[in-house]
């Protein structure tokens, strides 16, 4: 009785996502896009899904991961330690961002929280083309906490670290001119069993979003979580391809 | 940049190109950074490895020593040959570099480490 009280206590306890700690590296955390509401909400839905998606999977294959648009790396250091939620899996991590300050950063953030260098890969690459998929093997999840706030044409900043910056949340006028685009091509990067995950806002459109993007483009997308911040709602959707998923 | 990335890109985003694989690999620095090894995740990781294009990439900046020209049969109770494959993907790190896509001829900095895979809209298919 009392060692499986002590057994399932253990349980609960290894199933908290580490939320990862982002140094301070003069000069760098000022250009990288600052862990927010969203990256957050993006991490809760993580560690809620995870669990459920892989507590019955019996395969002890690698876990190819794509980050899109690391920024602080805070995801894809959480993904990398994240084994104790994938029944077994170790994750490998690639993290892109368009801003190199962000790789470097990331970077950093790996080894401020000891990931395991083999686990965490980065690269400067612009989301808007990997979607193509310059990889040459396919990936089991794809994460990503696109650029998605509407901003008028003309609102532009005036050098080039606030631009690289500014790519990180500018989502073109209707928030959606980066998200259209990847979601249409995603699928490239995306094994028969895999997901992406992919935090909107409700400026976004999200149903619009599922019905005439991923449907047409053989994606299955749900609500995993959602979550009012501020003025806006955010929620974290998971795509799949048709037909294939169990889900 | 480990050699596992490099085992890992390609340059087929790039307009008319049709495998873009392996990418020539050249150096300019070069450092070895030990890390922790993990024979399990190594050895699940081999499967997914291009060994000769790993071979060939050692040979290319100057760690000819590193592993050897084939993929040993029994790898997955191997642990000297486990921790060779560890060194050469992980350990070996290009800082300063190019990459360059073998049908274009098209070149990819590496800097500080990181690999510069950014293209231009009117490069991309």
């Known amino acids: 009785m009392f060692a499986f009280v002590t057994i399932s206590k253990i349980f609960v306890m290894d199933l908290i996502m580490e939320t990862p700690v982002i140094p301070n590296v003069t000069g760098l955390n000022e250009l990288v896009y600052e862990p927010a509401e969203d990256s957050f909400l993006l991490l809760d839905a993580l560690e809620q899904d995870l669990v459920k998606s892989f507590e019955e999977s019996g395969s002890d294959d690698v876990l190819n991961i794509l980050e899109v648009g690391c920024g602080s790396g805070i995801v894809s250091t959480a993904l990398a330690k994240s084994e104790k939620l994938l029944n077994g899996r170790l994750p490998c991590v690639f993290a892109l961002d368009v801003n190199p300050n962000a790789c470097l950063l990331t970077n950093k953030t790996g080894e401020a929280n000891q990931v395991a260098t083999s686990s965490l890969h980065t690269i400067l690459l612009d989301g808007r083309f990997c979607s193509r998929n310059p990889f040459r093997f396919q990936f089991d999840l794809v994460i990503c906490n696109p650029p998605y706030v509407p901003i008028l044409a003309g609102e532009n900043t005036e050098d080039e670290n606030s631009g690289l910056l500014q790519q990180s949340w500018d989502g073109g006028p209707d928030g959606n001119t980066f998200i259209i685009p990847f979601l249409s091509n995603v699928r490239h990067l995306l094994n028969n069993n895999g997901s992406l995950y992919l935090l909107l806002s409700s400026w976004n459109n999200p149903e619009m979003l599922v019905q005439d993007v991923a449907n047409p483009n053989g994606l299955t997308g749900v609500q995993v979580i959602k979550r009012t911040a501020g003025r806006e709602r955010l929620s974290v959707w998971k795509f799949q391809k048709k037909g294939l998923s169990s889900e | ?125």
């Open chain 2, 1 to 125: 940049m480990k050699l596992f990335t490099h085992n890992m890109l390609t340059s087929k985003m790039i307009k008319n190109v049709k495998v873009g694989y392996p990418l020539k690999l050249h150096a300019a620095e070069v450092k070895v950074t030990p890390s922790e090894f993990r024979s399990t995740y190594v050895s699940r990781m081999l499967p997914k490895i291009d060994w000769g294009v790993l071979y060939e990439a050692t040979q290319s900046i100057g760690q000819a020593e590193a592993i050897p020209q084939s993929l040993a049969d029994d790898y997955e109770k191997n642990e000297d040959f486990l921790r060779k494959a560890h060194h050469a993907l992980f350990e070996i790190e290009v800082i300063n570099g190019e990459m360059i896509c073998p049908e274009t001829g098209r070149k990819f900095p590496i800097k500080d480490g990181i690999p510069n895979m950014l293209v231009n809209e009117d490069e991309v298919n």
